[in-house]
Nanobody
């Protein structure tokens, strides 16, 4: 059974940094595109970033470009999201997801974690 477990979310002040982690078990991690999405209260789940199988290619939502960095360690079956210069509008539950091809939409991913809360205070 595939499991994705996010960690690292917490309350942080605006301008601060956080690193989220997502540990994956139950599948060959390196065969899958990994993505991060987020969902704020009352809003739809939105794409944040994704990374290719080997980690060579990355894509970001315009709202986080230049502030967030996605990376992966295939030896540790873990994907990361380094978030810098956080803003109150980054407040959301952050989810990691795994998909064979990935993309900027949630339907391109087959497996999801339970989410981790990130709250940015002003």
């Amino acid at each position: 059974q595939v499991q994705l477990v996010e960690s690292g979310g917490r309350l942080v002040q605006a301008g601060g940094s956080l690193r989220l982690s997502c540990a994956v078990s139950g599948r060959t991690f390196s065969n899958y595109v990994m993505g991060w999405f987020r969902q704020a209260p009352g809003k739809e789940r939105e794409f944040v970033a994704r990374i290719s199988w080997g980690g060579t290619n990355t894509w970001y939502a315009d709202s986080v470009k230049g502030r967030f960095t996605i990376s992966r360690d295939n030896a540790k079956n873990t994907v990361y999201l380094q978030m810098n210069t956080l803003k109150p509008e980054d407040t959301a539950v952050y989810y990691c997801a795994a998909g064979q091809w990935g993309g900027p939409v949630a339907t391109k991913y087959d497996d999801w974690g339970q989410g981790t809360q990130v709250t940015v205070s002003s």
